[in-house]
């Protein structure tokens, strides 16, 4: 029973990190998604139970402290949850580095992606014209910055678990 309280205490951690610090950092890494990258993370190392589990707690989280419709973002990291771990049971079974950072990519933009589906979705039920839903250049960049770095956290990450666990293959492919 300890070892869970400490699993959920560590994930609010992770959210309040998210929420607090990062959130207020200046542009490329504001752009950081740290829920992303510990359910890719989660997903990848231990199980899918684990990664639905966070996936839940920071769905619940984020719904509270967002303006859109309570839901929204739950649902958006529940189907990157399932997406990512579809793909890595499916295509990228030897958790090397290229796996988990294809992974990362999957989970990014498969949240955003189901994140704005469910917001445009959303704004066709509300008149309120400040809330519209845009699509443009700022929201490309906005996405291509986020699977940046959470691609580099995520390679980060790799290097250090494969450090301290052998769980994980850091191989490259050579000619």
Not at 17 to 40: A, D, E, H, Y
Not at 85 to 98: D, I, M, P
């Amino acid at each position: 029973m300890p070892a869970k309280i400490l699993a959920l205490i560590t994930l609010i951690m992770f959210f309040l990190l998210q929420g607090s610090f990062i959130s207020s950092l200046p542009f490329p890494f504001n752009c950081f998604n740290l829920l992303i990258t510990v359910l890719t993370l989660l997903s990848a190392v231990f199980s899918l139970p684990a990664a639905l589990s966070a996936a839940v707690l920071f769905g619940a989280l984020l719904d509270v402290h967002s303006l859109s419709f309570f839901g929204a973002n739950l649902i958006s990291l529940l189907g990157a949850t399932l997406i990512t771990n579809a793909a890595l049971l499916k295509f990228f079974t030897n958790r090397s580095l290229y796996s988990f950072i294809f992974l990362t990519v999957i989970a990014t933009v498969s949240f955003e992606f189901i994140k704005l589906i469910l917001l445009a979705a959303g704004n066709v039920f509300t008149a309120e014209p400040e809330r519209n839903f845009i699509f443009g250049a700022d929201l490309i960049l906005s996405i291509g910055c986020e699977i940046l770095m959470n691609v580099a956290a995520v390679a980060a990450a790799f290097y250090a678990i494969n450090y301290f666990s052998k769980k994980l293959k850091a191989f490259f492919i050579l000619k």
